[in-house]
């Protein structure tokens, strides 16, 4: 077989391989949707309404919903098909994701050589970055989160590639189409206007230095502007107040600060401030809150959560930012233990230290890549600033993955397929066994044939339904072990939330953590459902009362009562959710109540 015969073979084989594990990932690796996954699901919902103040909700970008509104319409409306679709959906970005990789691999190339850019198409570097791609797309990211984050890779490794594009190259065509991939990851998230402000200035940094014409990066930043702009104004607009989005300043006042989150924030302590809307504490001696109005959403206190804490006060501390890196630096390092390619990884860099000559080619090509990893360094630092979860550093470790191949593009490295045969070996051998390891219970669930029809949440929301409730009622809710945030059933069975009895916010001062983890429990770890069983009949006849009152349809409980529950309650269906369902007497104050909102408009 000739070379470009294996070479078209090997291509066309991994992207075989990437659709196949994609497609497993995709479909069994997640079986209920997570608290962030349903904020998006609603903002997808806006977007088929044209609800202009939903779509242009300051906390969740509205480019991923976008989509998962278009691809809706071509499955059956029901929760399944709207599952489908999604996968679907998730599935499509994540083969551009795998073009993209190979994409900013080939102009990594052409950049530092254009005469060697045939080795992009060598079958043994397509499948060690086939390998690499699926390390991170399956173990870090994944194909089954309801999220752009996804998206935001693809948008990060295409800034890269063209930055290097332009500094080798630049053209007035090119200058424009940075642009556009930078405003477009505005759209996508909130985050991506920091990573936009690092690649305009590494550009223009880039463009000083190889002498190139500032007008080049003067196109690039006029067209992100005439992106970005627009959705500024839009986001403003909705808000009440100038924001260039609230996702990362909400975000720092969590994780660094420690507000208290993440529902219900009623104000305090006083360094804070109060929201200038809050939920409406139903009872005065016990947890209860109703947050009906304005939204019609899942669940208001975490899908709408730029408007329920509008009006807190940020601040600086420099202990606090001290002890947030620290924290972020230990989670950090929770994230390396558990990815065995991030060892392989190590041990390639090792070696290519310890030997000389490999060392040499390693520093004579890796620093001319400078504006490929300065981003990717500065973008990592920024979330160590303040938060790291591991599908955040997705995009940085795939750009980073590629300094243990840079030795090869060196000419005049001796012994090179020695340090080929080395690199490739191990990379692909701890490639295999992350994968093996951290997505093998997607894995085991597509060998059994066990996907999310199984799961309990939505056991628990067809349960409902059979029980007479309908899409569009409105469900009060005593939490159980789990936040109400993570009200899959919910949003599955199309019911709002409109009160709860528990759920309080985070109090605890940052002078009561350790660098690390929490020292005490708090009351927003207590499950709530027990403690509503534990509470005097004349208190649990005040709390359903309360809820009546917001007009709940029923309410749901995750807790069983024990072995005598007061009247009204039954087992929804074959799970240990409870229902109490108000009569047709709660209807009718539910519907004037509705009918109040829509004069008072």
């Known amino acids: 077989m000739s070379i470009w015969r294996r070479s078209a073979f090997s291509t066309a084989l991994s992207w075989i391989v990437v659709g196949i594990l994609g497609a497993a990932e995709g479909i069994y690796g997640r079986t209920q949707y997570l608290a962030d996954w349903i904020s998006y699901l609603n903002v997808s919902r806006a977007v088929d309404a044209l609800d202009w103040k939903g779509i242009f909700d300051p906390m969740w970008n509205p480019g991923y919903p976008a989509l998962i509104a278009l691809v809706r319409h071509l499955f059956p409306g029901t929760p399944e098909g709207e599952w489908y679709a999604i996968f679907l959906l998730n599935w499509i970005i994540f083969f551009a994701a795998y073009a993209a990789f190979r994409y900013l691999i080939r102009q990594a190339i052409r950049f530092y050589d254009p005469t060697m850019e045939g080795l992009a198409d060598r079958p043994a570097l397509t499948w060690v970055s086939c390998f690499i791609f699926l390390t991170f797309g399956l173990c870090f990211d994944q194909v089954s989160r309801v999220s752009p984050d996804l998206l935001v890779t693809i948008l990060f490794m295409l800034s890269v590639a063209m930055i290097l594009r332009l500094t080798a190259r630049p053209s007035l065509r090119d200058a424009v189409l940075l642009g556009v991939i930078l405003g477009a990851g505005c759209w996508v998230k909130c985050v991506f206007v920091s990573f936009s402000g690092i690649f305009l200035a590494v550009f223009a940094a880039a463009c000083l230095l190889r002498k190139i014409s500032i007008r080049i990066p003067a196109i690039t930043a006029a067209t992100f502007a005439v992106i970005w702009l627009p959705y500024v104004a839009l986001i403003s607009s909705s808000y009440g107040q100038l924001t260039l989005g609230v996702s990362g300043p909400l975000n720092y006042a969590f994780h660094v600060n420690m507000l208290p989150h993440w529902a219900n924030w009623q104000g305090g302590p006083a360094e804070f401030g109060k929201p200038l809307h809050a939920s409406t504490p139903l009872l005065r001696d016990l947890p209860a809150f109703g947050f009906r109005t304005p939204f019609h959403t899942t669940y208001p206190p975490f899908n709408n959560m730029a408007y329920w804490y509008q009006g807190y006060h940020p601040f600086f501390s420099l202990r606090n930012q001290v002890i947030a890196i620290g924290r972020s630096f230990y989670f950090f390092s929770r994230i390396v233990i558990v990815h065995p390619f991030l060892y392989a990884f190590a041990l390639v860099l090792l070696a290519i230290a310890v030997k000389s000559d490999w060392r040499r080619a390693f520093l004579k090509v890796a620093k001319r890549y400078w504006p490929a990893w300065l981003p990717a360094v500065i973008g990592i630092s920024s979330y160590l600033m303040v938060h790291v979860e591991d599908r955040y550093l997705s995009c940085f470790f795939l750009i980073f993955s590629l300094l243990a191949l840079t030795p090869l593009l060196d000419k005049d490295l001796q012994a090179k397929r020695r340090l080929a045969a080395f690199v490739i070996a191990v990379l692909i051998v701890g490639s295999a066994t992350e994968v093996a390891l951290n997505a093998r219970r997607a894995f085991k669930g597509a060998l059994h044939g066990k996907d999310f029809h199984s ?144 004069t008072s408009r």
């Open 455 to 598: 799961d309990p949440q939505w056991v628990v929301a067809k349960a409902l339904e059979q029980d007479g409730l309908r899409r569009g009622d409105m469900v009060a809710v005593i939490g159980g072990k789990e936040p109400t945030m993570r009200s899959s059933w919910a949003y599955v069975a199309g019911l709002r939330i409109v009160a709860e009895f528990g759920t309080l916010p985070w109090r605890l001062q940052p002078a009561s953590r350790t660098w690390f983890e929490r020292t005490e429990s708090e009351q927003a770890d207590e499950n709530y459902a027990q403690v509503f069983w534990g509470l005097r009949p004349d208190q649990q006849a005040r709390v359903t009362q309360a809820f009546e009152e917001t007009g709940a349809r029923a309410i749901v409980c995750f807790a069983n009562p024990g072995a005598n529950p007061e009247p009204g309650w039954e087992r929804a269906g074959p799970t240990d959710v409870w229902i109490y369902q108000f009569g047709p007497s709660a209807i009718a104050p539910a519907q004037t109540a509705l009918l109040r909102e829509t």
